[in-house]
């Protein structure tokens, strides 16, 4: 009998459907002019996720934009010596993103990092008591950051982290309280939350989904609704839209590549950049599979079968499959493999030992451009391999070995 495993990750492709930009065509009054500072690399396969708005009641605010490798603590000096203040800080596709505003009522910021969230929660505590509010919370590189600043549209706020998975019930009752969700960071199993009130906002929707939610999106846009937050966290999709009498015209985007384009061509039409977000691809989530622990073949066997992977040195993953019963030999995956639905295809594999459980990604490529990613966990025991998957390649990963039924767990021990 095969192993669940081999069901999941090798026998069963879906065409990854490509994400394309939308706009919605409310009218608007504001002009905005901008500059620009920096280009970032390209990040492969994975999908940056860009707002931008039409601010009604605010002309004549410039914005800017930079990456960086390291926590740009330069570049935010810089731009506040040049009167410029962060409407964003995001870690996003291995990188430090920065946004920064001129002729904004924003001042009197302050930024902190800190390794634990508790941590830095003990300075979000002394920003309150400062009467400043939140404007930035993320996590990345293994630091927590924050923003701080006086000037900020909101009359009240209220900030939590959470360990114990996603907090619905905390957000369901600072909702029903009059707060909507402006901001949300995940990082190292917490959650951090930014609740807010003001004067413009008068109502909220949230929704998570597995699947980039455009048709969500689209729905709430006709009855009014705006983006306020968009954002990829913990393998899911997080949106939040508000009625704001400040948020005119809006438009998403969502790109392979970093989108300097798109956000050249929205700023000359007037928009704002006002929140971006990452789906990690090959580059975000895996180490070199060359240093991986997993390389090597691994094995599989029951009185019906005996199954082998094999993680192959240059990234790809081949499985073998020999059914004892019927004396038949199937091979699947690896460079050039033949699907019946998809035609020639390849099998990579791809590894994060940085968090633990370890993370491993099957990723399914044609012409070097990746098709589905199916989302595991395992761990390694001596000469054990032990991994856990989901039931469809929409779920979300597994958070450990002991919960969540619906995900399979498979025993391989090392082959010599």
Known sequence: MKSYFSICFLLVF?????????SMTAPTTKKSTTTTTATPTSTGQSEWALVMTKMTGQADVLQRWKTRLEYPKDEIKADWDDSYDITNLTYIGDTWTLVTAKNTDLHAQQWYTRLDVESLFEEVKKEYKASKMLVSVTYGAGLWALVSSKGTKYTHQYALYHKNGFPQSYMDQRIAEGYYLSDMAF???????????DSK??????????????????????????????????????????????YG??????????????????WKDGYSITDMSYLPGSKNTALSTTSSNLLGTWVYEDYFAEEYIEFLSDGFVKMTIIDLYNDTTTVYGGSG?????????DIKFETNTKVFPYHLDIVVYQNRKELQRNKAIYKIDKDQLTVKAPESYTQKRAVNFNDEDSYSIDVYTKSN
């Open 14 to 22: 879906v065409q990854f459907s490509s994400l394309y930009g939308q």
């Open 187 to 197: 990082g190292a199993g917490s959650w951090f939350t930014v609740f807010s009130k």
């Open 201 to 246: 906002t008068s109502n909220q929707m949230y929704h998570t989904s597995f699947s980039f939610p455009k048709d969500k999106i689209e729905s709430y846009w006709d009855k009014g609704y705006r983006i306020n937050l968009l954002k990829y966290l913990d393998d899911r999709w997080v949106l939040s839209m508000i009625l704001n009498s400040d």
């Open 249 to 266: 015209q809006q438009a998403w985007r969502t790109r392979y590549e970093f989108p300097k384009k798109e956000i050249d061509e929205l």
């Open 337 to 345: 493999f033949t699907d019946p639905n998809l035609g020639k295809v």
